[in-house]
């Protein structure tokens, strides 16, 4: 009697379980695609409004432009104020990227891999860092950068931008190290490599998605950080960022070319993510799947 | 992992402390500065101990941007952590969808914030954006600039519409970790969708909801620009949230001895906060 039951179960069972999940699989799709809407619509309009003239856009409402134009990107792309903009924000964002993955790299393969005098506190207070509001350094960033001859240059926001960026880079790499076996690295010693060249030839190899996530989290912070770059920006190297408020401001309203500068500040995120989307799951949990 | 004890490691680090220090010590030390000292202008200082502190401690200005701040970074952790948490648990785990869905989700992380905050005062304006007509066309008297209610439920609609994807790919990092025998296992003894939730995939996710809820945490806390760009604060006071209140306070009335006070209180308010959060997840780490 007893057998005869768990043999039913054992048929039974397993189908009921499965059924509903089907059933709500089906359904399942609704949620991220609802989300994904949700997500697209505000851009929508964004770009909807890009292509449109002043006269639309204040006159009538409207969901596809009417008159539709490209003079407000032909004003970005001819306009050097504007087209400097983005120059001097790749210019910046990249020299930090560069600049926070090099000196990261060792600095994470000392705490993946050694214990050492204070260990813990330095990587909470590499990490304390990450939480101070750039609003408290703001002002003593313009004065230091003033004072050391670096205001309004590319490298002043790099360096700057390094304060949140090299944390979460050892954070980051950190995470991926340790999911390296530690016998790679004894068994590259005995066979006679050096550090460095262990390091280069065999140890970053293996840790390239790391790598390859790390620069991308630091060109997307330092890429959508504005305060600390306008703050020590003027004219040389002022970010898109900061041209897009200050002409707001200046010129009225001119939401159209407001409009297009901003969906062109969509573009090179949009790049780099679609060339780390294997690793973004990962990378985003910071290598500690 | 075993690690050895070595302080020659101290000079891998090196470089990162270096640039660090250079960024964070001497600033926060002018920081420091500044908040035990009074100025007149030309650069002539006069000690005032803690004067700025106790000023700043007492000023109901300082308690009501605090406390409006714990209210926004309370609400949108409230909405964002489980609804992260139920996209990820129906995000597609195999197939060409799930590219897709990674990319066009993780978009909004990318988009500078004065650019976000533009975005959604073009799309919420009362008369010209898509929000703002759709929900007056409704009967509704929605207008952000002008109602304080109305600038919250916009500023948190943005901010979930901002940063929901981040708990989003946390979650889902975490759950395509599972291993398959876990959920078959859970089929072979019936188990419930809840209590295949409840038991394996919660905990599975728990590392990674922590890091979620620290990284939310701390970036709500100190959120500046999409509000600035949003409100600017308004209308009143009604969102001026801690970084406004200070941004205004130093750039806008040039104050700098209670400016720098509240610098300090803030980031120790955020530091023990976070604190608490990490020294949950090295524990956690820890256990296992």
Not at chain 1, 68 to 73: E, I, Q, V
Not at chain 1, 227 to 248: D, E, H, Q
Not at chain 2, 179 to 192: L, M, T, V
Request: proline share 5%.
């Amino acid at each position: 009697m007893t057998l005869a039951r768990s043999a039913v179960e054992r048929a039974v069972v397993p189908a009921i379980a499965r059924a509903p999940a089907r059933a709500r699989l089906r359904l399942g799709w609704l949620v991220p695609t609802v989300y994904i809407l949700f997500l697209m619509v505000p851009i929508y309009w964004l770009l909807n409004m890009s292509f449109k003239d002043t006269n639309e856009i204040l006159g009538d409402f409207t969901l596809w432009p009417r008159n539709f134009t490209l003079a407000n990107y032909r004003e970005i792309l001819t306009n050097p104020v504007w087209y400097n903009g983005y120059i001097n924000s790749i210019l910046y964002v990249t020299m930090n990227t560069v600049i926070s993955v090099a000196a990261a790299l060792p600095a994470a393969y000392a705490f993946s891999r050694y214990r050492f005098l204070g260990d813990k506190h330095l990587f909470f207070w590499l990490l304390t860092n990450r939480m101070a509001p750039p609003a408290v350094f703001a002002l003593p960033f313009f004065q230091l950068y003033s004072a050391i001859g670096l205001f309004d240059t590319h490298i002043a926001v790099a360096l700057a931008h390094c304060l949140f960026n090299i944390p979460l880079a050892v954070w980051i790499l950190e995470g991926f190290m340790s999911g390296v076996p530690k016998e790679i690295d004894e068994t590259a010693y005995i066979d006679g490599y050096s550090f460095p060249r262990f390091f280069v030839k065999i140890f970053m190899p293996l840790i390239a998605s790391g790598i390859g996530v790390v620069a991308f989290f630091c060109f997307m912070f330092s890429w959508v950080e504005l305060l600390l770059a306008k703050t020590l920006t003027s004219v040389a190297a002022k970010p898109i960022a900061a041209v897009m408020t200050r002409t707001a401001s200046a010129s009225g309203y001119e939401l159209g070319l407001l409009a297009a500068a901003g969906a062109l500040t969509i573009v090179p995120g949009a790049l780099v993510i679609y060339f780390v989307r294997n690793y973004i799951a990962k990378g985003f949990a910071l290598g500690r799947v | 992992m075993d690690k050895t004890w070595n302080n020659r490691a101290w000079f891998l680090v090196l470089p990162v402390l270096a640039l660090v220090a250079f960024n964070a010590i001497i600033p926060l030390m002018t920081v420091v500065n500044y908040s035990v000292q009074e100025t007149f202008g030309s650069n002539v200082f006069f000690f005032e101990g803690v004067k700025w502190f106790q000023e700043v401690l007492r000023s109901e200005r300082f308690h009501a941007a605090l406390g409006r701040q714990l209210a926004f970074t309370s609400i949108i952790l409230l909405i964002e952590i489980p609804l992260g948490v139920a996209i990820a648990l129906t995000m597609p785990r195999k197939g060409p969808m799930v590219a897709v869905c990674l990319v066009l989700m993780a978009l909004p992380l990318l988009i500078p914030w004065n650019v976000v905050g533009a975005i959604w005062n073009i799309f919420a304006l009362p008369g010209i954006g898509l929000l703002g007509r759709l929900l007056n066309g409704l009967g509704m008297d929605y207008n952000y600039t002008r109602h304080p209610f109305d600038a919250w439920v916009t500023l948190i609609l943005m901010d979930v519409w901002h940063w929901t994807s981040l708990v989003v790919l946390l979650a889902y990092a975490g759950l395509i970790a599972i291993p398959d025998a876990y959920y078959q296992a859970a089929r072979i003894d019936g188990a419930s969708r809840w209590a295949v939730f409840r038991y394996i995939q919660l905990p599975k996710m728990q590392r990674v909801l922590t890091i979620a809820i620290l990284l939310r945490f701390m970036d709500s806390f100190m959120i500046y620009t999409e509000p600035s760009v949003l409100t600017g604060g308004g209308p009143g006071n009604a969102t001026t949230l801690l970084s406004i209140d200070l941004v205004k306070v130093a750039l806008g009335q040039f104050d700098l001895g209670p400016a720098a006070a509240m610098s300090i209180i803030y980031f120790l308010i955020v530091l023990l906060l976070s604190w608490i959060f990490y020294t949950a997840m090295v524990a956690q780490e820890e256990r296992r």
